[in-house]
């Protein structure tokens, strides 16, 4: 996209949310060679440049700077199209046949994928067994990957080959033939090797499949969070290697604590769901407190304090921007406090460290965010999808206080909080108007935020994020084009926001969705 000759675009009659506040509200926005040339009323746009622009009527549609998710995965993402998807299967048995039903469709990769199984939902609370894996998939290997994306399970023939190559210690539990993977270290090293089995070419497709459903759903800008689940992070060469030819903006997170391959490879920053701790749900998020439903544990770290803080320091000191995974209390003080240990030691300017998720932060750890100025990329979507009447997931876990206290979005904006949106794909679907919807309309009142500050969440505030205020963020003359123009207004159809279509995706200027 971004290597296409760029057609100059006018565009009128419509109602431009700019979020510039030099020029809050539009009528028309002119376009050349992919930059915002002109914003303001429909005379001055036709007045600005040459005439042979071309002219696209709005019809009073609305129109926003271009979403930006802060927090995706995007290969595990492009995984649902070669995997059977799991995310309504109620059952064991549903899990089994969608699996028998998808290997007997894709004849493309050595494995069979199932994508989106969540576990603790199912009849039996649990992934199959070997022995039902066995059946469903009887001529190959199987590899089941949670919703979460923090466990996983396999079945004989998957055990045989991860048994060949990966050591007991990385096994875990599948190391007693149970076939799951249930903490972060034994999922990570099997999804490493079954997901290796993919050719370069196949992962490329995933990533062009993503970046385009990803422009459907008015993004313009992905924040790609890859690495850790190929061998070889081939996923993250194929991706830093295709990434201008995309039809959306890539901001790429390489997930290692290789900081000489991260410079090597040019980026300015490493890390992204690097995980301090690991899921709710698996109760391996990692909190100061036992969880309720589970009063044997706390979760616990997947480093040492003494590896995230040496880490942390080595990456600082190399002027790289830092992102990690953590969710539990405990596990976020952890972070922040690497993080104040490398500022003090080597101050910087503005270093922008992210905190992915955030879900669950102490006192100190918002003191420590606000003086920092951490990045914050979090998700409004889980607690609107987990912590509500009927679906009251962390009441169950943590009890009403605790769930209370959780992903206090609007008391981190109040504290002046720099908080991004994010889908964290595939855990839920890309989509930042459902997004929205969930930081406006959260089932907890001490949640809810306003329209504009929703909306910046994912605009503004995830371009402050990735550095890319000066680029994107807002409709702002000299800025990369990147727009979205929705079939309805956010801040009147504020309790629907979700069912608002997308009309058209401008990214860099070229339209790269139009219904």
């Known amino acids: 996209m971004k290597t296409k000759t760029r057609t100059d675009k006018k565009f009128v009659n419509g109602h431009i949310v700019t979020l510039d506040p030099s020029v809050p509200k539009a009528n028309a926005v002119a376009i050349s060679g992919g930059r915002i040339g002109c914003v303001g009323s429909n005379e001055e746009v036709l007045r600005h440049g040459s005439d042979g622009a071309e002219i696209i009527e709005l019809g009073g549609r609305t129109v926003v700077p271009g979403l930006i998710d802060s927090h995706v995965h995007a290969f595990a993402t492009g995984m649902f199209d070669i995997a059977a998807d799991l995310r309504g299967a109620s059952s064991v048995g549903e899990v089994c046949a969608a699996l028998t039903q998808q290997a007997r469709n894709e004849g493309r990769v050595p494995w ?42 396999t079945n004989s023939a998957g055990l045989k080959v991860l048994e060949h190559i990966l050591p007991a210690s990385s096994l875990g539990a599948a190391a007693d033939k149970r076939g799951w993977f249930l903490d972060d270290e034994s999922h990570f090293a099997a999804a490493r090797l079954a997901f290796g089995s993919l050719a370069d ?31 070889g992070d081939r996923d993250v060469l194929t991706l830093h290697a295709i990434a201008e030819s995309l039809p959306v903006n890539v901001v790429l997170m390489y997930q290692t604590m290789d900081v000489q391959r991260v410079l090597d490879l040019g980026l300015p920053r490493i890390g992204g769901c690097l995980t301090v701790d690991g899921a709710c749900f698996e109760h391996t998020a990692c909190f100061y407190e036992p969880y309720v439903d589970r009063p ?37 003080d952890v972070l922040v406090r690497a993080y104040a240990a490398a500022q003090a030691l080597h101050p910087r300017l503005d270093c922008r460290h992210r905190v992915e998720h955030f879900q669950a932060p102490s006192d100190e750890a918002l003191a420590i965010a606000h003086d920092l100025r951490l990045a914050l990329p979090m998700q409004p979507i889980f607690s609107y999808l987990w912590d509500r009447t009927g679906a009251d997931h962390y009441v169950a876990a943590f009890g009403p206080s605790r769930a209370e206290r959780m992903e206090p979005f609007a008391d981190l904006l109040q504290r002046g909080l720099r908080v991004a949106g994010g889908s964290d794909s595939p855990v839920t679907e890309i989509d930042p108007l459902l997004g929205i919807q969930a930081a406006v309309n959260n089932p907890r009142p001490s949640r809810r935020v306003p329209v504009d500050a929703a909306l910046r969440m994912f605009t503004t505030e995830a371009a402050w994020v990735g550095r890319e205020e000066d680029v ?27 069912e608002i279509p997308i009309e058209m995706t401008i990214c860099g200027g070229e339209i790269v969705f139009s219904r």
């Open 296 to 332: 044997d544990t706390c979760g616990c770290l997947n480093y040492s304090e003494e590896v995230v803080r040496d880490f942390v320091m080595e990456a600082h000191r190399a002027g790289l921007q830092i992102g990690m995974h953590a969710i539990g209390d405990r596990a976020i």
């Open 201 to 231: 070419e196949q992962i490329a497709l995933l990533y062009r499949s993503v970046a385009s459903r990803a422009a459907s759903k008015g993004v313009t800008t992905l924040h790609c969070l890859e690495g850790q689940f190929v061998e």
């Open 112 to 153: 069979a994928f199932g994508m989106g199984c969540s576990p603790w939902l199912l009849q039996e609370k649990r992934f199959p067994t070997v022995a039902e894996l066995d059946e469903a998939v009887p001529d190959r290997p199987v590899y089941v990957c949670s919703s979460t994306f923090h466990s996983g399970a």
């Open 472 to 498: 994107t963020g807002t409709i702002s003359v000299g800025k990369r084009a990147d727009l979205a123009v929705l079939g309805a207004d956010p801040f009147v159809e504020s309790g629907a926001i979700h």
